[in-house]
């Protein structure tokens, strides 16, 4: 039993631990979120000292009177030092109170209010399509071009998701305006109308990234089929469909989440674009306008609010990645 | 003289509370000349008393000593040399073998020098001077391993430690690296610390043999005592696992 | 290569062998169209404006906002310019812009990866942490950012691209550095006393260029897609200057009447990033830096490779398991590599059978054969391969699964990466029982706990709850071996099952294993490379060099072997008892490879006996009247001076 004692002894402080690894998670990843948000808002902030030149005459424009433009900076706190414009706005977003927009005086978390719905409806659609096609698409190439099986069709597939995973999404917009709305007539070309209207907007913004996450599923299907776990699984003699969906396909999307969290940020991006060609009543069409409009309030609402639905993205991924993956929450620490 | 001091070193990883002790106050010394084996099992602290004596890893407590002063581990000469483990990984790809040796010879030796000492060291290891230009995916694993060693010796080390030289050997070509070192012990008398999980390898090229154990030092003595006459209890069950040991 | 003294630094791009593969690359389809894409695209870029820039500006108020026609191929904008010079023309300032905004990128991003390295630790884990949250955004998100903050135009979206960009590359740089900076081959350079900035610019870089270029290839891509985007949106280039993406906007709001004018600038955008992307993509493919490609298909196997005769030798009462001529092939560059040729073996009821030899002698691909579990393109062909008296060539996958799944365990080498990572041990070793023994979910968690406990795991209940990441490596692979007991196994296959292990962790499961072979009658296929571990645990050994039994004897008589190679094998790996003042023996040489067999006897060129008959003609595995199997034309004739002498004998074999 001389075995048996070394064996325990590396257990038992294992279990001890069980339930700190995810306290020390919990905490780390809150931490990470906290200390990301700082920044943003942060960076958010600096938007107004560090464009170049005095905003508020940018955005008067240089016909505007000296008193108006003074009153103007008052009202934005811009005669104040820096570090009590800073705590201002601190507050202020905590608060929610992001200021009123220089162009029409509304208040910034109005308009963010009434833009962001159809943004959101925008990116989850795209999501839940990109999803529904990636994973099925990409695992079932990865089984059927397994060790080098059916090279025509891995060729195919590669060439084909290359190509489509490089059209970037506004071009696709436009190419499918021409080709559902223009020639066919079967589709609306732009505005938020019926169910129609969302069809071209959320393939645009669905199809590039549902090629790349097909490819990454595939190459990590395949990865996940040599892997000797598998080999245990086929060992055991378990039907084909059980060891491919129940052994190597869970192995193949945790591998995939990480690289698909980048892709579902990208996303949330990808809106802007896409809702400009569409003329989409979201938060993209808002901040180009704005920006163009030197509109700096509303400017930085938005990119508070993009930012932070960045980084709930992340956190999300991760908090999957680790229900998933117990390893990944010790790996981390 | 060249005698290498490990004087109650300890070295921890991490911070104070999430940390552990790889090494813990070990004290041992290679003598002058002398091939001290040093065996345990994975995880010991083999590997990382071995680090810490050439400064890639941090002495938390204690000192590494050789003749009585620190073991240097800034850029410059390097008293205290080390060949690692794996022969595949020990060698950059993108050099010639020639290179990797040159690189390790004393700066400011003359660029002739240098030279002939890459061709001698080649030499000493049983490797053809004119296969200095080769890249190291064009030799075997065996003879990656000695250009290892010739490296080493290239910074005219007064020591040498050898973290596991053969275990990612196969087994035909374990034998040619046991027999080079065993040679050029002989020859050029390097005090060498001489680290390995395998106790018969130990036993061929050791004279004294320390037994490590969770970062301690349990039993050390010379070679025929310890492996004969074993006086700590883990050794004795080191040498009862040893397949095909009478048990 | 020049010719280059000892100590004189040879620049990467010298070497002969990067170059080949980059050129490689260029002769695949797939690289020479994207290497031709891309050349036009650069071409253009400096040639279009000379070409057609006169004919971009001609204005032309008789032809506004045409559609295609003769003179105008794409149509004609407000001021009745022509759009297909336009677009042509705007080549030059799409890529001038992006190229800039990529060395932006890559001059950012390479300091900011390299600062960890090179700073000391706590600085390197600042820049480290801001990496990281910058990351976290993306580029594009950045790129607007930035553009607010440098201005509106191409200055600013060239600024906001390209630092927007820098993080992402920083951060490859630093991954990659970490890599290859951990690397023994940069420690074994830091212990030579280099200095860090020399262990940079020496060993790291040049180690990571390739994937550097590759991925500076393919943001270049990136960039002008971004750009695009950037004027697309009005934030980048401003009238009265244009590229494609100001184009793209320009032609969107009169796309019912001609839809030219916005589809000849997407396409251009999407042709010119796909000349980027593709040519990265195939140069990565063609260094190895994505998902190796499988290997070359070759033509079937063309008949029987000559292969001599083998004996079968006397075979006792029904065997557990009866392979006769097995071989497994697989398709190489040249044609198909036979890495095992011809085995036959037989292991008896409750017997233990020991595979010797060194690393790529066939022995684990022989066990997967036998197991049946060589995938495609792998290619098993036997003359007889009976399970139990079941030929398991017959009959499909599925026709077996049921008695190989019950009856034939596997017990694999690495018990960290056999084990499911995302599943508890209970749910795995359950799994198969509840498949072919019908066991419901509690009966088949029941037997599981019960088989953790059979193989000594302590408090199996709560053991058999917890994931393989929980378990010590002895422990993981005793619970491979119980998962093998689930069932009621006539054979154990296992293929060094204890190498990954600790010596006294070893001797745990060694014993285990022949505790289990002498209660239950388990016969036991151990493949191992340690001679002293097959001795120990086997009854009968066969010893395996190039794919072929050369040798099958009893295991107490390893040490007197008649094959020159099993006497070589034993005398050169040193045990406990070996004599302290001679040299250990060797064997020169190495291995012969799969894919070019010599014509005789494998061993000959190692081998001290070899005669011309040898080199001709391969033995045959003969038996003699005991029963021990051997192929050598020398067999008796073996002397004492079957070994090299040590040191004598210096490898030249390159
Ligand atoms: N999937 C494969 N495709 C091509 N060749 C292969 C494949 N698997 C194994 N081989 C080749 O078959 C030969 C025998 O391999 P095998 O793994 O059986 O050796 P081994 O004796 O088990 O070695 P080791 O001691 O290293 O485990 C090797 O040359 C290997 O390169
Ligand atoms: S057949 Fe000849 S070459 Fe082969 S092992 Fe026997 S003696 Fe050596
Ligand atoms: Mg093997």
């Given at each position: 039993?001389?075995?048996?004692?070394p064996a325990?002894?590396?257990?038992t402080?294992?279990?001890?631990?069980?339930d700190?690894?995810?306290l020390a998670?919990?905490?780390r990843?809150?931490?990470r979120l906290?200390?990301?948000l700082?920044?943003?808002?942060?960076?958010s902030?600096?938007i107004?000292?560090l464009i170049?030149g005095?905003?508020?005459?940018a955005a008067l424009g240089?016909?505007?009177p000296?008193?108006l433009?003074a009153a103007?900076?008052?009202?934005?706190g811009l005669d104040?030092?820096?570090?009590?414009?800073?705590v201002d706005?601190l507050?202020?977003?905590?608060?929610?109170d992001?200021?009123?927009s220089l162009g029409?005086?509304?208040?910034?978390?109005?308009?963010?209010?009434q833009?962001?719905p159809a943004?959101l409806?925008l990116?989850?659609?795209?999501?839940v399509?990109?999803v529904?096609?990636?994973?099925p698409?990409g695992?079932g190439m990865g089984?059927?071009t397994?060790g080098?099986r059916r090279r025509?069709?891995?060729?195919?597939f590669s060439?084909?998701?290359?190509?489509?995973g490089?059209v970037?999404?506004?071009?696709l917009?436009v190419?499918?305006?021409?080709?559902?709305?223009?020639t066919?007539?079967?589709?609306?070309?732009?505005?938020?109308?019926?169910?129609?209207?969302?069809?071209?907007?959320v393939?645009?913004?669905a199809?590039g990234?549902?090629?790349a996450?097909?490819?990454?599923v595939?190459?990590?299907m395949?990865t996940a089929?040599?892997s000797?776990h598998?080999r245990?699984?086929r060992?055991?003699r378990?039907p084909?469909?059980?060891v491919?969906?129940?052994h190597?396909?869970p192995?193949a999307?945790?591998?995939?989440?990480?690289l698909?969290?980048?892709?579902?940020?990208?996303?949330?991006?990808?809106t802007v674009?896409?809702e400009?060609?569409?003329?989409?009543?979201?938060l993209?069409?808002?901040i180009?306008?704005?920006i163009?409009?030197?509109d700096?309030?509303?400017?930085?609402?938005?990119?508070l609010?993009?930012?932070a639905g960045?980084?709930?993205?992340?956190?999300?991924?991760?908090v999957v990645?680790s229900?998933?993956?117990?390893?990944?929450?010790?790996?981390e620490? | 003289?060249?005698e290498?001091?490990?004087?109650d070193?300890?070295?921890r990883?991490?911070?104070?509370?999430?940390?552990?002790?790889?090494?813990?106050?070990v004290?041992?010394?290679?003598?002058?000349g002398?091939?001290?084996?040093?065996?345990g099992?994975s995880?010991?602290g083999?590997?990382?008393?071995?680090k810490a004596a050439?400064?890639?890893a941090?002495?938390?407590?204690g000192?590494?000593?050789?003749?009585g002063?620190p073991?240097?581990t800034?850029?410059g000469?390097?008293p205290?040399?080390m060949?690692?483990?794996?022969?595949y990984s020990?060698?950059?790809?993108?050099?010639t073998?020639?290179d990797?040796?040159a690189?390790?010879?004393?700066r400011?030796?003359?660029r002739a020098?240098?030279r002939a000492?890459v061709?001698?060291?080649?030499?000493?290891?049983?490797?053809?001077p004119a296969?200095?230009?080769a890249?190291?995916a064009?030799?075997?694993g065996?003879?990656r391993?000695?250009?290892a060693v010739?490296r080493?010796?290239?910074?005219?080390p007064?020591?040498?430690?050898a973290?596991?030289?053969t275990?990612?050997?196969?087994?035909?070509?374990?034998?040619?690296?046991?027999?080079?070192?065993?040679r050029?012990?002989?020859?050029?008398?390097t005090?060498?610390?001489f680290i390995?999980h395998?106790l018969?390898?130990v036993?061929?090229v050791?004279?004294t043999?320390a037994v490590m154990?969770?970062?301690?030092?349990?039993?050390?003595?010379p070679?025929?005592?310890?492996?004969?006459?074993p006086?700590h209890?883990?050794t004795?069950?080191?040498?009862?696992?040893v397949?095909g040991a009478v048990? | 290569?020049?010719?280059?003294?000892?100590?004189?630094l040879v620049?990467?791009a010298?070497r002969p062998?990067a170059?080949g593969r980059?050129?490689?690359?260029?002769r695949?389809p797939?690289?020479?169209g994207?290497g031709?894409?891309?050349a036009?695209?650069?071409v253009l870029?400096v040639?279009a404006p000379v070409?057609?820039?006169?004919q971009a500006?001609?204005?032309?108020?008789d032809?506004i906002l045409?559609g295609?026609?003769?003179?105008?191929?794409v149509?004609?904008d407000?001021?009745?310019?022509?759009l297909?010079a336009?677009?042509?023309?705007?080549?030059?300032l799409s890529?001038r812009l992006?190229?800039?905004a990529t060395?932006?990128?890559?001059?950012?991003g390479m300091?900011l990866g390299a600062?960890p390295l090179?700073?000391?630790?706590?600085?390197?884990r600042?820049?480290t942490?801001g990496?990281?949250i910058?990351?976290?955004f993306p580029g594009?998100?950045?790129?607007?950012f930035?553009?607010?903050?440098?201005?509106?135009?191409?200055?600013?979206a060239?600024?906001?691209?390209?630092?927007a960009g820098a993080p992402?590359?920083?951060r490859l740089t630093?991954?990659?550095a970490a890599?290859?900076?951990?690397?023994d081959y940069?420690?074994a350079a830091?212990?030579?006393g280099?200095?860090r900035?020399r262990v940079?610019?020496?060993?790291?870089f040049?180690?990571i260029?390739?994937?550097?270029?590759v991925?500076a290839?393919?943001?270049?891509?990136?960039?002008l897609?971004a750009?695009?985007g950037?004027?697309f949106?009005?934030?980048g280039?401003?009238?009265?200057?244009?590229?494609w993406g100001?184009?793209l906007?320009?032609?969107l709001s009169g796309?019912y009447r001609?839809?030219?004018a916005?589809?000849?600038?997407g396409?251009?955008i999407v042709v010119?990033?796909l000349?980027?992307?593709?040519?990265g993509?195939?140069?990565?493919?063609g260094?190895?830096?994505?998902?190796a490609?499988?290997?070359v298909r070759?033509?079937r196997?063309a008949?029987?490779?000559?292969q001599?005769a083998?004996?079968?030798?006397?075979?006792a009462?029904?065997?557990v398991?009866?392979?006769?001529?097995?071989s497994v092939?697989?398709?190489?560059?040249?044609g198909p590599?036979r890495?095992?040729?011809?085995?036959t073996?037989?292991?008896?009821?409750?017997?233990a059978v020991?595979?010797?030899g060194?690393?790529?002698?066939?022995?684990?691909?022989?066990?997967?054969?036998?197991?049946r579990?060589?995938?495609a393109?792998?290619?098993?062909?036997a003359a007889?391969l009976d399970?139990?008296?079941t030929?398991?060539r017959?009959g499909g996958?599925?026709?077996?699964r049921r008695?190989?799944?019950?009856?034939?365990?596997m017990?694999f080498?690495?018990p960290?990466?056999?084990?499911n990572?995302?599943?508890?041990?209970?749910h795995q070793?359950a799994e198969g029982a509840?498949?072919?023994?019908?066991?419901s979910?509690?009966?088949?968690?029941?037997?599981?706990?019960d088989?953790?406990?059979?193989v000594?795991?302590?408090?199996p209940e709560?053991?058999a709850?917890q994931y393989p990441?929980?378990?010590?490596?002895?422990?993981?692979?005793?619970?491979m071996?119980?998962?093998?007991?689930?069932?009621e196994?006539?054979?154990i296959?296992?293929?060094e099952?204890?190498?990954?292990?600790?010596?006294?962790?070893?001797?745990s499961?060694?014993?285990?294993?022949?505790?289990i072979?002498r209660?239950?009658?388990?016969?036991?296929l151990?493949i191992?490379h340690?001679?002293a571990?097959?001795?120990?645990?086997?009854?009968?050994v066969?010893?395996?060099?190039?794919?072929?039994?050369v040798?099958?004897?009893p295991?107490?008589?390893?040490?007197a072997?008649?094959h020159p190679y099993t006497r070589?094998l034993?005398a050169?790996?040193?045990?406990?008892?070996?004599?302290?003042?001679?040299?250990?023996?060797v064997?020169?040489?190495r291995?012969?490879?799969p894919?070019?067999q010599?014509p005789?006897c494998?061993?000959?060129?190692?081998?001290p006996l070899?005669?011309?008959?040898c080199?001709?003609?391969?033995p045959?595995?003969?038996?003699?009247?005991?029963?021990?199997r051997?192929?050598?034309w020398?067999?008796?004739?073996?002397?004492d001076g079957?070994?090299?002498?040590a040191?004598?004998?210096?490898e030249e074999?390159?």
């Amino acid at each position: 039993m001389t075995a048996v004692a070394p064996a325990s002894a590396v257990g038992t402080p294992s279990r001890r631990m069980a339930d700190n690894p995810w306290l020390a998670f919990a905490v780390r990843r809150t931490g990470r979120l906290l200390v990301s948000l700082w920044v943003l808002v942060t960076a958010s902030f600096l938007i107004l000292h560090l464009i170049p030149g005095d905003p508020v005459r940018a955005a008067l424009g240089p016909t505007a009177p000296a008193a108006l433009v003074a009153a103007r900076r008052a009202s934005l706190g811009l005669d104040r030092p820096l570090w009590e414009q800073y705590v201002d706005y601190l507050r202020g977003v905590l608060t929610g109170d992001l200021g009123s927009s220089l162009g029409s005086s509304l208040p910034v978390s109005r308009i963010i209010g009434q833009r962001l719905p159809a943004t959101l409806e925008l990116a989850l659609l795209a999501f839940v399509v990109v999803v529904a096609l990636a994973v099925p698409i990409g695992a079932g190439m990865g089984v059927l071009t397994r060790g080098g099986r059916r090279r025509g069709g891995e060729l195919a597939f590669s060439s084909a998701s290359t190509v489509v995973g490089a059209v970037p999404d506004f071009v696709l917009g436009v190419g499918f305006v021409y080709v559902f709305s223009v020639t066919l007539g079967w589709l609306p070309v732009a505005g938020r109308t019926g169910p129609s209207s969302y069809v071209l907007p959320v393939l645009a913004l669905a199809v590039g990234p549902a090629a790349a996450l097909a490819r990454i599923v595939r190459v990590e299907m395949l990865t996940a089929l040599r892997s000797d776990h598998v080999r245990t699984a086929r060992a055991k003699r378990l039907p084909a469909w059980q060891v491919n969906l129940g052994h190597a396909l869970p192995h193949a999307l945790t591998a995939s989440i990480t690289l698909g969290g980048l892709l579902l940020s990208a996303l949330v991006a990808g809106t802007v674009l896409v809702e400009n060609v569409f003329s989409w009543p979201g938060l993209g069409s808002t901040i180009v306008s704005s920006i163009l409009e030197k509109d700096y309030p509303v400017v930085q609402g938005v990119v508070l609010v993009y930012g932070a639905g960045v980084l709930l993205v992340n956190l999300a991924v991760d908090v999957v990645l680790s229900l998933l993956d117990p390893r990944s929450v010790i790996r981390e620490s | 003289m060249s005698e290498l001091v490990f004087d109650d070193v300890t070295v921890r990883y991490g911070n104070a509370r999430t940390g552990h002790t790889a090494v813990d106050g070990v004290r041992l010394v290679v003598p002058d000349g002398a091939v001290v084996g040093l065996v345990g099992e994975s995880g010991s602290g083999k590997s990382t008393l071995a680090k810490a004596a050439v400064g890639l890893a941090p002495v938390t407590g204690g000192a590494v000593l050789l003749d009585g002063v620190p073991v240097p581990t800034r850029p410059g000469r390097r008293p205290v040399q080390m060949v690692f483990q794996d022969p595949y990984s020990s060698l950059d790809p993108r050099m010639t073998i020639g290179d990797s040796i040159a690189e390790a010879v004393p700066r400011g030796t003359p660029r002739a020098q240098r030279r002939a000492d890459v061709l001698r060291l080649l030499e000493l290891v049983d490797l053809d001077p004119a296969r200095a230009r080769a890249h190291p995916a064009q030799l075997s694993g065996g003879q990656r391993q000695r250009v290892a060693v010739a490296r080493a010796l290239a910074a005219r080390p007064d020591v040498v430690i050898a973290d596991e030289i053969t275990s990612a050997l196969d087994v035909s070509i374990q034998g040619t690296v046991l027999n080079l070192v065993r040679r050029l012990q002989r020859e050029l008398g390097t005090s060498m610390l001489f680290i390995s999980h395998n106790l018969a390898v130990v036993r061929y090229v050791a004279s004294t043999i320390a037994v490590m154990r969770e970062g301690r030092i349990v039993e050390q003595g010379p070679a025929e005592q310890v492996l004969g006459d074993p006086a700590h209890e883990y050794t004795r069950e080191l040498l009862a696992a040893v397949p095909g040991a009478v048990r | 290569m020049t010719t280059m003294a000892p100590g004189v630094l040879v620049p990467v791009a010298d070497r002969p062998a990067a170059r080949g593969r980059w050129g490689s690359v260029l002769r695949t389809p797939v690289g020479i169209g994207a290497g031709v894409l891309l050349a036009a695209v650069l071409v253009l870029a400096v040639v279009a404006p000379v070409v057609w820039g006169a004919q971009a500006e001609a204005v032309d108020t008789d032809a506004i906002l045409q559609g295609s026609s003769a003179a105008h191929l794409v149509g004609t904008d407000n001021l009745g310019r022509d759009l297909f010079a336009r677009t042509m023309v705007a080549t030059g300032l799409s890529v001038r812009l992006a190229l800039t905004a990529t060395v932006l990128t890559v001059v950012l991003g390479m300091l900011l990866g390299a600062a960890p390295l090179l700073l000391g630790r706590r600085a390197g884990r600042l820049v480290t942490a801001g990496i990281d949250i910058a990351v976290a955004f993306p580029g594009l998100l950045l790129a607007l950012f930035f553009a607010i903050v440098f201005g509106v135009g191409a200055t600013g979206a060239v600024l906001a691209i390209g630092v927007a960009g820098a993080p992402v590359f920083a951060r490859l740089t630093s991954t990659l550095a970490a890599g290859v900076a951990s690397r023994d081959y940069v420690l074994a350079a830091r212990v030579a006393g280099v200095g860090r900035f020399r262990v940079l610019l020496r060993h790291v870089f040049p180690n990571i260029a390739e994937p550097l270029v590759v991925n500076a290839t393919i943001g270049a891509g990136g960039a002008l897609l971004a750009f695009a985007g950037l004027s697309f949106l009005g934030l980048g280039v401003q009238a009265p200057d244009y590229d494609w993406g100001r184009l793209l906007q320009d032609g969107l709001s009169g796309i019912y009447r001609h839809p030219e004018a916005a589809l000849a600038p997407g396409l251009a955008i999407v042709v010119a990033g796909l000349a980027f992307n593709l040519f990265g993509e195939a140069v990565a493919k063609g260094i190895g830096l994505t998902s190796a490609a499988g290997v070359v298909r070759g033509r079937r196997a063309a008949g029987a490779d000559r292969q001599p005769a083998t004996e079968r030798g006397p075979v006792a009462g029904q065997p557990v398991l009866d392979v006769e001529d097995l071989s497994v092939a697989f398709p190489g560059a040249g044609g198909p590599v036979r890495p095992v040729r011809g085995v036959t073996f037989s292991v008896g009821r409750g017997e233990a059978v020991g595979v010797v030899g060194e690393s790529g002698s066939g022995k684990s691909l022989t066990a997967l054969a036998v197991a049946r579990l060589v995938e495609a393109p792998g290619e098993v062909t036997a003359a007889r391969l009976d399970f139990r008296g079941t030929d398991l060539r017959t009959g499909g996958e599925r026709a077996h699964r049921r008695l190989l799944g019950t009856g034939f365990a596997m017990v694999f080498q690495d018990p960290m990466t056999s084990l499911n990572p995302t599943r508890r041990i209970g749910h795995q070793l359950a799994e198969g029982a509840r498949r072919h023994q019908g066991l419901s979910r509690a009966a088949g968690l029941a037997r599981a706990v019960d088989r953790l406990r059979s193989v000594r795991v302590p408090e199996p209940e709560r053991r058999a709850r917890q994931y393989p990441h929980e378990f010590s490596g002895g422990m993981r692979q005793r619970a491979m071996i119980g998962m093998g007991l689930m069932g009621e196994p006539a054979l154990i296959v296992a293929d060094e099952p204890t190498t990954a292990l600790d010596v006294t962790v070893q001797r745990s499961v060694l014993d285990l294993l022949a505790a289990i072979r002498r209660s239950d009658d388990v016969a036991l296929l151990l493949i191992s490379h340690d001679v002293a571990v097959v001795r120990e645990v086997c009854d009968r050994v066969l010893v395996m060099y190039a794919g072929r039994i050369v040798e099958d004897l009893p295991a107490d008589r390893l040490a007197a072997g008649r094959h020159p190679y099993t006497r070589a094998l034993v005398a050169t790996v040193p045990d406990m008892a070996v004599d302290l003042d001679a040299p250990l023996p060797v064997i020169p040489g190495r291995p012969v490879d799969p894919s070019a067999q010599p014509p005789g006897c494998a061993y000959a060129a190692r081998c001290p006996l070899a005669s011309d008959r040898c080199r001709a003609e391969d033995p045959p595995l003969a038996a003699d009247a005991s029963g021990s199997r051997v192929a050598c034309w020398h067999a008796d004739e073996v002397a004492d001076g079957a070994l090299a002498a040590a040191g004598a004998a210096r490898e030249e074999v390159a």
